[in-house]
């Protein structure tokens, strides 16, 4: 079965501290996943309040299929008052997704949401309810392999007012522009991170309010079984390697003892590259039916900076990896393509690494690092240690 990941960036408005604007995610037993982005009134701490109160109650409320109606009198009986304009006041979006693509999206007051299919945006049958005195979209959604679905907050539509735009950014040249950048093979979180980018440079760099970008993409699953390490015990290499090669889906190895021994225990050998296309990573090396090989510990490191820089949720940047090198390969492979990653660790101490303050205690930090970000990524993980 397809399975659903997501991304979201947001912007502070210039001159703010927090961001008005929240998202929440909870993914059910069931595999159900509901996302809410609601936008408080106005900015700063209030609208952080405002917006963090509606997503958390809303979110909770709607993954326990309380009816929206309900919901939405929850939220206004839980909202504080703001004392200027008298009213508890947060848009939102509310998309509830099955396993199978399914679902509905509820729209209270944000932009129109945008769903890419194919790379075309596919108009959505928006049945309106009033609720007090505001107008509430209802929409069936069915998404297949490949489809994303966009969500805003309305600091996008107001991306550039005055500045590079006379009136803002309007939906209709942002769904030409979504479907201008998609490509199937960008991540949910490569896709927002575009999206909000293109704000911020309508904004100049200076957003004149909370922007956030949600992006939901159901997509086909693939499995990266990586190797960490050599096991604790020599004696274990050869079931440890056959354990590890029985695994479905691509196959990574890193570090130098644990190429010999894959490579060895496969019959075969490593072959080096002496290219170095980034001088602080290690140059990558190849064994025959392993898709990738790289050395352990130093290109882990710089894998985990990238991935920290792929989760921020407030780093306007475009999060794509097109480097050569062992730690921009692993980022591909890991952050953008993986929808589950089995690591197996080894806890054999390297000999090499003697002198040199490299540890098992500094490669296992970074492991454990990295599976809670993939894990935030909605990435299926699962760790094994010998």
């Not at 408005?13 to 069931?30: P, S």
């Not at 209270?108 to 609720?131: K, M």
């Not at 966009?150 to 479907?179: C, M, P, Y």
Request: with cysteine; glycine share 8%; net charge negative.
């Amino acid at each position: 079965m397809d399975v659903i990941e997501y991304g979201r960036v947001s912007l502070n408005k210039k001159g703010e501290e927090l961001c008005g604007d929240n998202v929440e995610v909870i993914k059910g037993e069931d595999g159900t996943c509901t996302f809410v982005l609601a936008d408080g009134l106005g900015s700063g701490v209030k609208a952080n309040i405002l917006s963090k109160l509606t997503a958390k109650i809303l979110c909770t409320l709607a993954a326990a299929k309380v009816p929206l109606d309900e919901c939405i009198d929850t939220i206004t009986g839980s909202l504080p008052v703001c004392k200027v304009r008298g009213v508890a006041y947060s848009t939102f979006t509310l998309l509830i997704l099955s396993p199978d693509g399914d679902g509905y999206l509820a729209e209270f007051d944000n932009p129109p949401a945008i769903l890419l299919h194919e790379g075309v945006a596919v108009p959505l049958e928006r049945v309106e309810r009033n609720y007090d005195n505001k107008k509430l979209y209802i929409s069936k959604v069915h998404l297949t392999r490949g489809d994303c679905l966009l969500a805003f907050s309305d600091g996008v539509v107001h991306a550039g007012v005055e500045q590079t735009l006379n009136f803002g950014w309007d939906i209709k040249e942002i769904r030409e522009f979504a479907e201008i950048q998609y490509d199937e093979a960008l991540s949910a979180q490569t896709m927002a991170s575009i999206m909000a980018n293109a704000c911020y440079e309508l904004y100049g760099h200076r957003p004149g309010d909370d922007t956030t970008v949600l992006a939901v993409k159901y997509r086909a699953p693939l499995t990266v079984n990586m190797m960490v390490g050599p096991p604790s015990s020599a004696d274990s290499d050869a079931l440890v390697v056959q354990s590890f090669m029985a695994q479905e889906g691509k196959k990574v190895v890193c570090g130098g003892t644990s190429s010999q021994v894959v490579a060895r225990e496969l019959g075969t050998e490593v072959r080096t590259s002496f290219d170095y296309p980034d001088k602080d990573v290690p140059p990558i090396g190849f064994i025959d039916g392993i898709d990738l090989t790289c050395e352990g510990v130093l290109t882990l490191k710089k894998l985990l900076q990238y991935a920290e820089k792929y989760v921020s949720v407030s780093d306007p940047d475009i999060r794509i990896f097109k480097g050569k090198d062992g730690a921009s390969l692993l980022a591909n492979l890991l952050l953008i393509q993986a929808s589950a990653v089995n690591i197996f660790v080894g806890r054999g101490v390297n000999l090499a690494h003697e002198g040199l303050q490299i540890d098992n205690k500094t490669k296992l930090d970074t492991v454990v690092k990295l599976l809670n970000i993939f894990k935030t990524l909605n990435k299926t993980v699962d760790i094994k240690y010998y």
